[in-house]
């Protein structure tokens, strides 16, 4: 028998997101994505000087407290080809990745994790087995009996109190879970020891950004000065401390984020085989060593990957009309053109028409327009962006830091090289990354701090500050690698002021629906690919493969009026 599954809202994401899988008795036939809300902040950039369009832009989201603002940052000054010191590309770098770093273990542990990890069974383990698993894995120092104990005291009270607050309405003793109670217990610790470290480690943004979320900015570099006398410049104090937070950061990821995904992973290998979809994955690239105009000094490199394929990098255009297009077959937007034409960011268009179903919802017309997300496409191919797509492009040119990565995850985890393929794969390639960002921190710092012992301290340049220096009209594009995948941010400037400003994030990629063609966006492959669920009212499978991308729909479906008029008012009680 045929029926359809809703999850509505999907929970432990950044923003409204509607799933709603046909079904072939327990098997998923097909998957259709959907982005419930609304927000416009394109339209509500036209008209504004683009120096301050960063700090409208970097608003889109709350989570990546920053990339918003740096693409947007780099929008105006690919347009104007503005160059900017090596210190603020480094500085940059290090609240990037301290982005990453951050952003990572926060979704692997407080968003995806209790999609594997039963909470309520790490009541029944014991402490001394847990300690002995713990300290297998590593030399993390919070591994006592007594640390253990503690913490399933702490978990016990929540339970029997009838407070679970964050662990409430979870699926807790379904049959899909299968770690053992002390390794639910040593990952549920974990989980309440993130939670400090992530206050912790936030701080980097602070010291070179002034404040976090959101800091701050400047087209031309960053606005933190190095100056080691001045109390309100970067000072060697403030050096120091970012030292110390970079080894925080190492620390826990290679004795507590790393050891815990691969134990968890050793439990779930049949998810080495579900979950991937496309087969087709997208880098802008990123992380400059020689500026923005130097990919081949990229961190990451860009390139598209087409069926698998990775003995075959495709080069990708960010300007050219043919290659990246939106497209609204299916969604609640409408183009001059037409609804199935599709337009390059710099032509890109945003015309609300919403048609879908009033509340109470019934099913999405799936034939007609069903999300407010576009569907993005690379010379017409649905493709895959984030961590997964970043670690095949990596393995793919050869760095040799991620082959051996790879090769480590795949042994110990005893699967093939076809696992990297799959809501597994995506999962550790996440882990993987953090790694080896983690590990670049420290060489962005000393980068800087030998610039600064050489008398090099510039981190602004003044160069096409002021406006009538700029051409009359001028275009650009800012890009960068976001921690859920390629971002990256359109501008058309004429006579000094946004013609026209377009977002494609990386949850339009990988979240957006159908195209005119009938092809599934990333999310829509994937919970096609290899779904049965135990239990169709506790769909945890679907969570399991639509977390593993980290979900922002916040980001993806940029609620105002273009009038600026107030539209509802939250009370607090």
């Not at 700090?55 to 000054?77: D, K, N, P, Y």
Request: with cysteine; proline share 6%; aromatic share 10%.
């Amino acid at each position: 028998m045929s029926e359809r599954i809703v999850v509505d809202p999907i929970t432990r994401i950044e923003g409204h997101l509607r799933i709603e899988a046909q079904m072939e008795g327990n098997k998923i036939q097909s998957a259709y994505s959907s982005g419930t809300m609304v927000r416009g902040i394109e339209t509500i950039l036209k008209g504004r000087d683009p120096r301050d369009a960063w700090a409208f832009a970097q608003r889109i989201c709350g989570v990546c407290t920053l990339v918003h603002g740096l693409a947007s940052i780099r929008s105006v000054e690919n347009a104007l080809d503005y160059k900017i010191p090596k210190n603020a590309d480094l500085i940059r770098n290090l609240m990037s990745g301290a982005q990453y770093i951050h952003d990572h273990v926060m979704h692997f542990y407080h968003l995806h994790a209790l999609d594997w990890v039963d909470v309520v069974s790490a009541l029944k383990a014991d402490p001394k087995a847990t300690s002995e698993l713990s300290q297998s894995l590593s030399s993390y120092p919070k591994s006592s009996p007594g640390y253990f104990s503690d913490m399933q005291k702490k978990l016990k009270n929540f339970v029997e109190a009838g407070q679970l607050g964050i662990f409430a309405n979870a699926y807790w003793g379904h049959p899909a879970y299968k770690l053992p109670p002390e390794a639910n217990l040593m990952a549920v610790s974990h989980y309440l020891e993130a939670l400090s470290w992530q206050r912790d480690v936030a701080r980097l943004q602070t010291i070179f950004g002034g404040k976090n979320p959101h800091p701050n900015f400047v087209v031309g570099g960053v606005p933190c000065a190095i100056d080691l006398n001045s109390d309100s410049a970067i000072n060697m104090k403030k050096l120091s401390q970012v030292q110390d937070i970079i080894n925080q950061m190492m620390t826990f990821v290679d004795q507590v984020y790393v050891p815990d995904t691969l134990a968890i992973a050793s439990y779930y290998k049949d998810w080495g085989s579900r979950g991937e979809g496309l087969g087709n994955f997208l880098t802008y690239g990123d992380f400059p060593s020689n500026g923005m105009d130097d990919p081949s000094g990229f961190m990451i490199p860009p390139g598209a990957i087409l069926n698998r394929d990775l003995s075959t990098i495709h080069e990708v255009d960010m300007n050219a009309p043919e290659e990246i297009q939106e497209f609204v077959s299916h969604s609640w937007y409408d183009y001059e053109n037409g609804k199935d034409a599709g337009l390059h960011p710099y032509d890109g268009e945003t015309n609300l028409n919403y048609t879908g179903p009033k509340p109470p919802y019934d099913y999405l017309d799936v034939d007609q327009s069903y999300s407010w997300l576009k569907s993005p496409r690379w010379k017409g191919h649905a493709m895959e962006v984030g961590p997964l797509a970043r670690v095949l492009m990596l393995y793919a040119n050869g760095h040799e830091q991620t082959k051996e990565l790879v090769g480590m995850t795949l042994n110990k985890l005893d699967v093939p090289v076809e696992a990297l393929f799959s809501t597994l794969g995506r999962t550790a390639a996440r882990t993987l990354e953090t790694k080896i960002f983690a590990d670049a921190m420290q060489g962005w710092y000393n980068d800087l701090i030998t610039n600064i012992k050489a008398g090099e301290t510039r981190t602004f340049n003044e160069f096409l500050w002021e406006p009538s220096s700029w051409p009359k009209s001028a275009q650009g594009v800012g890009f960068m690698e976001a921690p859920r995948g390629g971002l990256a941010h359109w501008i058309v400037i004429e006579d000094e002021i946004i013609k026209n400003y377009q977002c494609v994030v990386p949850s339009t990629w990988n979240a957006g629906p159908r195209d005119a063609n009938g092809q599934p966006g990333a999310y829509e492959a994937a919970l096609a690919d290899n779904h049965t669920l135990h239990d169709p009212l506790q769909p945890i499978e679907i969570l399991r493969t639509i977390h593993s991308f980290d979900p922002c729909l916040a980001c993806a479906v940029h609620l105002t009026d273009p009038d600026g008029n107030e539209l509802i008012k939250v009370k607090v009680l």
